[in-house]
Each structure stands twice: as structure tokens, then as C-alpha cells.
């Protein structure tokens, strides 16, 4: 009889415990929609130049945080430094031009419709080698604070490129929750020896 009456006192607990716990968790099928980005343009239609040419192709608010896409136009041989990420796995696919891309100490050279992802606590680097224009797609997730960052780069008007051996800057990478732990990648003008096709 204990039991019988411990059980129908707690039966309405859990129920009202898990109604309150699925409360606070969003309704994905009413908060999220598919939204379709232009060829060249940007999803927020903003003018970004993050690198030569940048355009966001999903936004981290629209993901609930677990996403963000943006793609990158090149014209100049360059790079960014190495550096890792410590929440997030960094995808890079390459649409258009040669890059080379160094990740854990092991570089590939890249072009149109290869990838190579960049795990999250792993230290990486990508340069963009190509001799005509280069366009690579990058995704970030979970996004966490990787849009707040390009958006403050650009913001204080930090080009890519040579400029990220600085302390300012590793100061501000640290506070997007990555670190600075190397150069960018050294530029002959073509792949380096021991580079994976």
C-alpha cells in the first residue's frame, strides 16, 4: 500500500517537472526556416570585408548557436596565422583557387571542391596560393562566438593577412575563446614539400 501511494505522489511530480524542463527548450520546428542566400550576397545584406570580399551565409542567431557559415573571396597570396579554436570544429571548402592548409603539422593543398576540416583544440593555418581568384566556404561549429569575432576584426579594421602576430590581436583571439600559437604559413608560391594532394 506504501508503495502504491508513493508512486501516485510522485507520478504528478515528474510529469510537472518534465513539462516545465520541455517549456524552456525551444520549439526547433517553429524557430527555425529555411532561408536561401544568393550567389554574392550576404544573409544579413551587409558589405563585409573581412578578407578581400566576405559574405555570411548563415548566422549564428538562426542556428541557435550550433552554426555559421560565411565564404571568402581572395585575391591576394595570404593567410591567416596559426591558431586554434577551443569550443569550436572549423570546416574549410575550397569553391574556387588553390590553398594550402596546415593542420596539426600536416599540410594538404587544396582546390575547387576539396575540404579539410580543422577539429576543434587542434592548431591550424590556411593560405590562399592560387594565381587567379580564390572563394573558400568555411563553417564553424558550434558558432559560439566565431560571427562576434569576424564582426569586431572588421570593426577595428584588422585586414587579414601578415597582421596577426601581435599581441593586441592574440589578446583578442583569446577573447573570442582562441589562441594564437603560430605564424602564418610561409609563401614559396607553391604547395610545400610534403604537402597532400
Known amino acids: ?40 550576397t550576404d544573409r ?3 558589405k563585409r570585408a573581412v578578407v578581400s570580399s566576405t559574405t555570411y551565409k548563415v548566422v549564428t542567431q538562426e542556428t541557435g548557436s ?3 557559415v560565411m565564404e571568402q573571396l581572395n585575391h591576394t597570396k595570404d593567410g591567416s596565422p596559426c591558431h586554434l579554436h ?3 570544429d572549423e570546416l574549410f571548402y575550397t569553391l ?11 599540410r594538404f593543398h587544396l582546390k575547387a571542391g576539396d575540404c579539410v576540416l580543422g577539429p576543434r583544440g587542434i592548431a591550424h593555418a590556411c593560405a590562399f596560393i ?12 558550434p558558432a559560439e562566438k566565431m560571427e562576434a569575432f569576424f564582426n569586431e576584426r572588421e570593426k577595428l579594421g584588422i585586414k587579414p593577412g601578415r597582421y596577426a602576430t601581435t599581441s593586441a590581436y592574440a589578446a583578442m583571439m583569446h577573447d573570442f575563446e582562441m589562441e594564437l600559437v603560430g ?11 610534403g604537402t597532400k594532394h
Do not use: C
Open 86 to 88: 577551443h569550443p569550436q
Open 130 to 141: 592560387g594565381d587567379t581568384t580564390g572563394k573558400l566556404l568555411t563553417s564553424f561549429t
Open 183 to 193: 605564424p602564418p604559413l610561409a609563401l614559396n608560391g607553391s604547395p610545400a614539400s
Open 44 to 46: 544579413e545584406r551587409e
Open 96 to 106: 574556387e583557387g588553390e590553398y594550402i592548409f596546415e593542420v596539426d603539422g600536416e
Open 1 to 40: 500500500m506504501t508503495e502504491l501511494r508513493r508512486r501516485s505522489f510522485l507520478q504528478p511530480a515528474f510529469a510537472g517537472l518534465s513539462t516545465a524542463l520541455l517549456a524552456q527548450v525551444p520549439n526547433v520546428a517553429t524557430t527555425r526556416k529555411a532561408v536561401r542566400v544568393l550567389a554574392g
Open 66 to 68: 550550433d552554426l555559421f
